[in-house]
């Protein structure tokens, strides 16, 4: 078999565990849950600590790709993710764990950063097109099977199994990668920027810490002090960039609108729809009852609407200007979360397929559009660096949005309750209590909690969701006013095998760098 395909093997094996590392934890959360006895934000830190591993880390780890050659820095990477997969596997506690999933992401960022940079330099002409199909089909499968597999491992075997299957498999891609690809490396690569890596991760990582934080309260002085020195760090990290002769982060791509219009909708798409996936589960799990397989099996009918969408806006992407499929895919979004509210206490999965399937459709339709759109405003030479901020931007989305919605979810549950049980005066209450206990022993106390918290529940749960419906159809606006057609950039000649294709349009194949100098561009799913 010719190198080229190996390489497009060892890349889409390895991107697939990624994906599937996302998508598949959602699942297990519950069963995490209570193994360690864990509460809500030790929860979201098991998702948010490989989220910002990512977003920290992915820019760093395509400029060291660049320097020392990215054949070399992907098995570094799968090396990295695979040791981090073994040691989730083996977590004593929720620290344990948050920290070997910080190291996955550590790993997951080299690879997600130099896996297109490979394929672009080992394929070309049609072939390229082909490979990159490929890849974003691998990609919409990852993120369509990740809760069924999840959910079959977490009921099977054990939630561990879900980060166990990637060391043999990783183990496996290592061994191809270091014998059947061959190195490229860019020769004019610069150092990476460290003192932007550092301020940027402690940015992220204070703005994380203190959106968790903030269920407590927002006058927490841990909440204050957190969203304080991340603004600090912010402002330093801007300050570093400007500055700097070789910035991680190019301040100046944000001339032209439509980048900035993609960065809005990878930011949105993460902090809408993906965020809310574990906040479904939990519903799934703990209110309906479901196991994690049955709650995989559901999950299929978002997952799936999103793989089919995604299918379908390939083939469209060369008619319909990405301006619209995008905006137009974020009011499908943001209705279908919009329809998934409005949940009772005694409401089941019927009252959320319809805007499952919706939501997920308009995923998709927003997903291939939004990886064109982050390198085709740019020339081939900033298609890596254009790519790998909209990429960031779509982990520091899911970061934030898990953090966030999670706070005001864990608020709304606690007011809910603590108004259920005074919904009554409180002597008659009191009464009712003192008369249960009497009648029936503690059983009775215990059920109008249990009532009151199913409520707090459902109540936290509808306000999320429309908090992510607004995120959504904040994101279509943004998106319809600041994506140009006019900003993109024509693809090179010598990349295209025919027609070229309408401005606002140009695939990801034929934005790739040459040869050499090939950087990575984004992958299609979060």
């Not at 990637?166 to 920027?193: F, K, Q, W």
């Not at 049955?294 to 978002?302: N, P, Q, Y």
């Not at 008369?435 to 909690?449: C, F, K, T």
Request: glycine content about 12%.
């Amino acid at each position: 078999m010719a190198p080229k395909w190996w390489t497009l093997i060892a890349v889409v094996t390895g991107v697939f565990m990624l994906v599937l590392d996302i998508t598949i934890v959602n699942v297990a959360l519950p069963d995490i849950g209570r193994d360690f006895d864990s509460p809500l934000s030790d929860l979201q830190w098991v998702i948010d600590a490989y989220a910002l591993a990512l977003a920290a880390g992915l820019l760093t780890g395509g400029s060291l790709a660049d320097l020392w050659g990215r054949r070399r820095l992907y098995a570094a990477g799968l090396a990295i993710f695979t040791a981090g997969s073994l040691l989730c596997g083996l977590a004593t506690g929720p620290l344990f764990l948050s920290l070997a999933r910080a190291g996955q992401g550590v790993g997951g960022a080299v690879v997600w950063a130099t896996s297109l940079a490979l394929l672009g330099d080992a394929f070309r002409g049609r072939d390229r097109g082909t490979a990159f199909g490929i890849y974003g089909g691998v990609l919409g499968l990852a993120a369509a099977v990740g809760p069924l597999l999840g959910g079959l491992l977490t009921s099977g075997l054990n939630w561990r199994w879900i980060f166990l299957v990637n060391v043999p498999v990783g183990i496996a891609v290592i061994a191809v990668t270091l014998t059947r690809l061959r190195e490229s490396r860019n020769p004019a690569a610069a150092r990476p920027d460290w003192a932007g890596f550092v301020t940027f991760s402690a940015a992220l990582s204070l703005l994380v810490y203190g959106l968790i934080s903030a269920a407590d309260g927002w006058s927490e002085p841990s909440v204050r002090w957190s969203l304080a020195g991340a603004a600090a760090f912010l402002v330093a990290f801007l300050v570093l960039e400007i500055v700097q002769e070789h910035p991680m982060l190019d301040l100046t791509l944000f001339r032209k609108p439509t980048f900035t219009g993609g960065l809005v909708a990878a930011f949105g798409l993460n902090a809408s729809i993906y965020s809310l996936f574990a906040y479904l589960v939990l519903y799934f799990q703990q209110q309906l009852g479901h196991s994690a397989a049955e709650t995989g099996l559901r999950f299929l009918s978002l997952t799936a609407a999103m793989f089919v969408a995604s299918t379908l806006a390939g083939r469209l992407t060369s008619v319909i200007p990405a301006r619209l499929m995008i905006g137009g895919g974020f009011v499908l979004i943001g209705g279908g979360i919009a329809l998934m509210a409005g949940v009772t206490a005694g409401s089941g999965f019927g009252h959320l397929l319809p805007g499952m399937i919706i939501a997920g459709t308009g995923a998709g339709l927003v997903t291939v559009p939004l990886a064109s759109t982050a390198v085709g405003v740019v020339p081939p030479a900033q298609a890596g660096a254009a790519s790998g901020i909209n990429a960031t931007a779509r982990q520091i989305g899911i970061a934030t949005g898990i953090a966030a919605l999670g706070s005001l979810f864990t608020a709304a549950l606690r007011d809910t309750v603590a108004a259920d049980l005074r919904s009554t005066p409180l002597a008659s209450r009191a009464r009712e209590i003192a008369a249960g206990v009497e009648a029936s022993g503690p059983a009775h106390a215990n059920a109008l909690v249990e009532r009151a918290a199913q409520h707090g529940f459902v109540d936290g749960l509808n306000q999320i969701l429309l908090i992510g419906s607004g995120v959504a159809f904040s994101a279509a606006v943004l998106s319809l006013i600041l994506i140009r057609g006019r900003d993109f950039v024509p693809p090179p000649a010598a990349e295209t095998t025919g027609s070229p294709e309408p401005a606002g349009t140009t695939a990801p194949t034929s934005t790739a760098a040459p040869a050499g100098t090939a950087d990575a561009a984004e992958p299609s799913h979060s």
